[in-house]
T-cell receptor, first 113, second 116 residues
Framework: KAGVTQTPRYLIKTRGQQVTLSCSPI?????VSWYQQTPGQGLQFLFE???????NKGNFPGRFSGRQFSNSRSEMNVSTLELGDSALYLC????????????FGPGTRLTVT | AQKITQTQPGMFVQEKEAVTLDCTYD???????LFWYKQPSSGEMIFLIY??????QNATEGRYSLNFQKARKSANLVISASQLGDSAMYFC?????????????FGQGTELSVKP
């Protein structure tokens, strides 16, 4: 069974631009969550989607948004990029919201210059 | 206040020895789950083990076991017979409440180095 996939794996953007990251969960998984990892702040929860609805949101500005499609694939978008948005963005999927195991993808490393 | 505290930024262990990575948590919710993840230098987070707050027994998965002490609010990870491939960052995480789905709160991590 294929794992969680994220595209692209690496991305370089300029301050002020916007970016869209994609996450394909494990087949059959319906819950997708996003995290930002930086050396200073560690791993921080961004948002969670289930059945195309945002169920939980972390403490991030409105420049960070996401959505989930009917096939459970998810995208996150960051508008008006700032230098501080440089991070590893990780996506995780699980069968359901109550399921104990969350499986992470390899991440997208975003560099903002 | 920190919800998840990992007090060991870095640790060394000799190959084939056991090692304990500390994790304490803070929550007033009676229903919660505790997770441990491994993150090698490649960046991918690898799920290791899970313990629910109502589980009566400590979780075990192969060489990994979770020493769950509810009254002390600690959930230490024990790795038996360390291998060179165990060198990585280890994160403890918590999900509070029964309806928080994929929202995990992570600790700062412990970097484990296994010496040959």
């Amino acid at each position: 069974k294929a794992g969680v996939t994220q595209t692209p794996r690496y991305l370089i953007k300029t301050r002020g631009q916007q970016v869209t990251l994609s996450c394909s969960p494990i087949s059959g998984h319906r819950s997708v969550s996003w995290y930002q990892q930086t050396p200073g702040q560690g791993l921080q929860f961004l948002f969670e989607y289930f059945s195309e609805t945002q169920r939980n949101k972390g403490n991030f500005p409105g420049r960070f948004s996401g959505r989930q499609f009917s096939n459970s694939r998810s995208e996150m978008n960051v508008s008006t990029l700032e230098l501080g948005d440089s991070a590893l963005y990780l996506c995780a999927s699980s069968l359901s919201r109550e399921n104990s195991e969350q499986y992470f993808g390899p991440g997208t490393r975003l560099t903002v210059t | 206040a920190q919800k998840i505290t990992q007090t060991q930024p870095g640790m060394f262990v000799q190959e084939k020895e056991a090692v304990t990575l500390d994790c304490t948590y803070d929550t007033s919710d009676p229903s919660y789950g505790l997770f441990w993840y491994k993150q090698p230098s490649s960046g991918e987070m690898i799920f290791l083990i899970y313990q629910g707050s109502y589980d009566q027994q400590n979780a075990t998965e192969g060489r990994y076991s979770l020493n769950f002490q509810k009254a002390r609010k600690s959930a230490n990870l024990v790795i038996s017979a360390s291998q060179l491939g165990d060198s990585a960052m280890y994160f403890c995480a918590m999900r509070e409440g029964w309806n928080q789905g994929g929202k995990l709160i992570f600790g700062q991590g412990t970097e484990l180095s296994v010496k040959p």
